[in-house]
């Protein structure tokens, strides 16, 4: 658990995105949800111990940032719009419950018991929702909760003034792969612009440590390298299939090829960029064309 302002505080080191919370004198926010169930029932108890619970607001719909919400059933879920539509379609994106308690036999076993587990029937989509932005007044502090499209469509950030803080979700992998799987690349880089003009001293990012605005630039240029890479094969005519058989070198356009945690990443996330950029930059074109 690393503190990133006066109340606030993210943990880094689970399986899983990096949950946040911060403390305000009227109970907790969360910033997503521990992925793992039996991180998400620990997490809930601790906090419940000390001070409700007033809101959950997810940054994005991912599974590692969404499935932990179902293990917080009576608290309300802020999203996007965009990210209460497509929230079951991500949550079993990767298989049915049956699947998923397989799954966690293997990597998890701990938390086996809790899917599906009769606390916990539903799996608590956004009721809160917003389209540009929102902001909520809980104690003593102001969430802005900006519309940041970019690695998803949904992609937001919450900014809290009081706390020097903004929490982005997957805009920003501080030193581990960036996944673009299905991003707008130039929205993502608009949305990066709007962070940086945020007064904050701390970005608590998707993956990663903590970081500041020094990094922005990085990011920024990770997704600029692959863009590259794409539009000049793009150029030379290749089809994704033909592009993808190109040697491609990850490094020479992210130098941080291994995910949190140090988790190895192969070549799927490289064939989900390429395919995703190729069709994003034709579809540009045709859209300059008409
Ligand atoms: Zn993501």
Redesign the pocket.
Known sequence: MRRVGPHSFTEIYFAG?NPSFIETSDGYVMIDSPQQPIDAVRWRERMEERAPIRYLINT?P?G??ISGNAYFPHVTVVGHVKLQECFERYLYAFGTLEEKRERLKETDPDSVWLVGHPDYPASNPPKLTFTDDLTLHVGNHTFNILHHPG??APQTSIHVPEEGVVFT??NIFYKCRT?LQECDPWEWLDSLNKIGSLDVDVIVP?HGDPCSKAYLKEQAQIVENWVGLVERFVDRGLSAEDALKEPIEVTKQDPYPLGQRLFMHNERVTNLTIRNLHKRILERKAGRAA
């Open positions: 995105c994005e991912h590692d940032h690695h998803t979700g997957d996944w998707g």
